[in-house]
């Protein structure tokens, strides 16, 4: 979940809402990754999740974070709600979930030592108050009732809007982790391939990263649950988006799109006034009731933007939403595939290619399918593990295509970093099928044993 955002100033005029997003278009060597990571933390000794604030708690880790490592801290209404440091952030989700937002980089190399940096810090934070950090999609046993709410303001306008347009968004909110990758765009055209390439693959990702198949102490009938909790939300603001997919697809139509998403609020003066369902047509206007008579600015917007959540969205650049929270090597694989399907434009064409024939109702069948069986989904007659095979060698492609080395030169590009899931191809696992077999194997149902061997 995102902090409030700094859009701009007043809007004058309908245009600006296009622009904002265009303004986002850079040259190829401009393009930057940024990788976003959550994990749940808990007590070690009840594995119980960590609540704000005490001794042991997400307000010890930040606070530890920021006395040892040099974390800036980030506060609202007085409390301490992220940190901030060298253009990467780490801020909370609802129920105390941990985020880290990295900060734009150039390679996946980078990347990785970025993520493996921040897990050392929260470890060694963590060990020294009795707590863990574990990364899956959803939580394996914590009701929603053993789950505290962040002192955010955005989170607790969210809570009671979420009973009234769906039937899981307050799973998705305190009990769901994630990994997704932010990328960049040269112009109107390639933002339009590159987010129809991400809303028609979504799905393959969501296979080669399922990681929650239990939920409140049980197998869930899913693989990846945090996918299936997401297709009943709210379809005001989720989904895979079909008019990404028509003719006249652009900034403009995007933003029209966007204007037609109920509200959540709009932030004053440190505070989140309450506009849940209503207009930001109605704002252009002066009309908002949460603010009569008061026109938005581009903050405004930009926050608004915040508030959408399909499978693949834009804001100055395009998310990648469709993955679970997993294991480290896992939170460098996505980046990876992503950036291998879509920074090189022959590796974009060719995964264009794969999905440009599939009609709405395929892609979300792909999309449902995913969620339930992973690698093991079949639609049409294909299966899931074959066009992810596809996936995988256009990937791998487009990274061999961009040369770029790490460990000073030692290696020659960024393909190994695919590795986790070209395994996951070969054997047909994903890290829910490892979980499952060691829930009905060796630990003989007993959940528990999943702390001990699953957190980072």
């Excluded at 990785?112 to 394996?140: M, Q, S, T, Y």
Aim: glycine share 10%; aromatic share 10%; proline share 5%.
């Amino acid at each position: 979940m995102s902090i409030p955002q700094a859009g701009g100033g007043p809007i004058e005029h309908h245009e600006q809402l296009a622009e904002y997003l265009a303004d986002g278009c850079k040259p190829p060597e401009d393009w930057r990754i940024g990788t976003e990571h959550e994990k749940f933390g808990y007590c070690r000794d009840t594995h119980l999740p960590l609540s704000y604030d005490g001794p042991r708690s997400i307000k010890a880790m930040l606070e530890g974070l920021q006395a040892r490592f040099g974390w800036q801290p980030v506060l609202e209404a007085g409390n301490i709600i992220g940190l901030e440091k060298n253009g990467a952030n780490v801020s909370l989700e609802p129920g105390g979930q941990l985020e880290l937002s990295g900060a734009p980089l150039e390679t996946i190399h980078q990347t990785c030592d970025e993520v493996n940096e921040h897990l050392r810090e929260v470890k060694e934070v963590a060990d020294g108050i009795g707590a863990g950090f574990i990364g899956l999609g959803a939580a394996p046993e914590w009701t929603h009732e053993q789950m505290s709410m962040m002192p955010k303001g955005r989170y607790a306008l969210m809570t009671g809007y979420m009973d009234r347009v769906g039937t899981h968004g307050k799973q998705m909110m305190y009990r769901t982790c994630t990994v997704q990758v932010n990328l960049d765009f040269g112009s109107e055209a390639d933002m339009v391939q590159k987010l129809r390439v991400a809303l028609a693959l979504q799905p393959v990702a969501t296979a080669l990263f399922a990681n929650s198949p239990f939920f409140e102490g049980k197998p869930n009938g899913h693989k990846s649950w945090r996918s299936r909790i997401w297709r009943d939300l709210d379809p005001d603001r989720t989904g895979m988006l079909p008019f990404v997919f028509e003719d006249g697809m652009g900034f403009e139509r995007y933003a029209d799109y966007a204007l037609d998403v109920p509200m959540y609020f709009v932030y004053r003066d440190g505070e989140y006034l309450d506009a849940r369902g209503q207009s930001f047509r109605d704002f252009l206007k002066g009309e908002l009731p949460a603010l009569p008579g008061e026109m938005p600015t581009l903050s405004d917007w930009a926050d608004h933007l915040t508030t959408i959540f399909p499978e693949a969205r834009i804001k100055k650049f395009i998310e990648m939403r469709g993955a679970d929270g997993g294991p480290w090597r896992r939170l460098c694989a996505l980046p990876a595939l992503w950036v291998g399907l879509t920074y090189d434009q022959t590796a974009l064409d060719a995964a264009w290619d794969l999905a440009k024939d599939w009609d709405a109702e395929t892609r979300e069948e792909w999309r449902v399918a995913a969620s339930v069986s992973a690698l093991d989904a079949e639609v049409g007659g294909r299966k899931m593990r074959d066009l992810a095979s596809e996936v995988i060698d256009i990937a791998r492609g487009g990274l061999k295509a961009r040369a770029r080395p790490g460990l000073g030169g030692m290696v020659q590009d960024e393909r190994h970093f695919l590795h986790a899931l070209e395994d996951s191809v070969e054997n047909g696992a994903v890290p829910a099928d490892e979980l499952l077999a060691r829930y009905h194997g060796e630990w003989n149902g007993d959940l528990s044993r999943i702390y001990e061997e699953y957190s980072y």
